[in-house]
Every structure is written in C-alpha cells, then in structure tokens.
C-alpha cells in the first residue's frame, strides 16, 4: 500500500509543475494584456470611488441643504410653499429635478408626492411617489412602506 502512495506522490507533483509551467508561460505570453487590464480595472475603480465620494456625496449634501426650508414648510403643512419653494429656498420639485440622482433628491420626489396628495392632485401625487426609489437602510424601510402605503391610497381613492 505505501508503494502506491509512494508511485502517485511523483504524478501528482509533476501535474502541479505542469500546471505551473503552463500557468507561467500563459503570464509570459499575455503580460502586456494583463497590464494592461490591471490597469483598467483600476482606473474603473478610481473612478467609482471618485464618483461617489468626490461628486455624489458633495451633491446630496447640497441637495439637502437647499432642501432645508421645503421640509420646514412641509412640517408646517404648508404644502404648496414646500412643492415650489420660495426665496427662503428651494422646493421639492426643483431638489427632484436637479439632484434626482442623490440620496435627498430621492426622498424629495416622495415628499413631493405627500405634497401632491395633500393638495388633492392624484396624478402628480401617484407620479412623485412613483419615482421615489426604496432603500435598504433601517430608516429607509419606514418611508417604503409609507410610500407603498400612499400608493396604496391613491389607487383606492381612484
């Protein structure tokens, strides 16, 4: 029996050359594409986190600063003021429309929506919420199901 293992040792170890030697002369013929695609790959990734941490995230904090005074009349049930905005700031509908892409321009289309819905306009106020896009986070899931919830609403009452 340990003849056996002592003939399968050598097989299996020139496999592994083998295989390191093809593996080897694979590099050796393909370095210049590996590079090059090692390269790309990292510039890809540079340019992600620079998206995100350089472009997005400077964005949404713009977005909710500007969005500031329209929660402040939405709180005030102030609906109207809080949509359009005023010389205070800006409203919902322009945070939607110009920063749509970040994080506080997706909770501005659904307080846009609630805006809607409290000012009895069905169609903008289904549209608005339609447009809000759920999130994963803890405090995201309760505007979710609101959002689903005034969907909900709105379908019934039409």
Request: hydrophobic share 45%; with cysteine; glycine share 8%.
């Amino acid at each position: 029996m340990s003849n056996k293992n002592i003939q399968q040792e050598p097989d299996e170890l020139q496999n592994v050359e083998q295989a390191l030697s093809k593996t080897e002369q694979f590099i050796e013929n393909n370095r210049k594409n590996l590079v090059i695609g090692l390269c790309v790959v990292a510039v890809v990734a540079a340019a992600i986190v620079w998206f995100f941490n350089g472009y997005v995230a400077p964005k949404n904090v713009e977005a909710g600063d500007k969005m500031a005074a329209a929660v402040r009349y939405f709180e005030r049930d102030s609906f109207a003021l809080a949509l359009n905005g005023d010389e205070n700031g800006a409203g919902f509908l322009e945070v939607a429309e110009q920063y749509g892409s970040t994080a506080a321009g997706n909770i501005a289309n659904h307080y846009a929506g609630i805006c809607y819905l409290r000012l009895g306009d069905l169609e903008n106020a289904e549209k608005y919420l339609a447009q809000y896009d759920a999130v994963d986070e803890l405090a995201g899931e309760v505007v979710n199901a609101q959002n689903l919830g005034l969907r909900g609403d709105i379908a019934v009452e039409k």
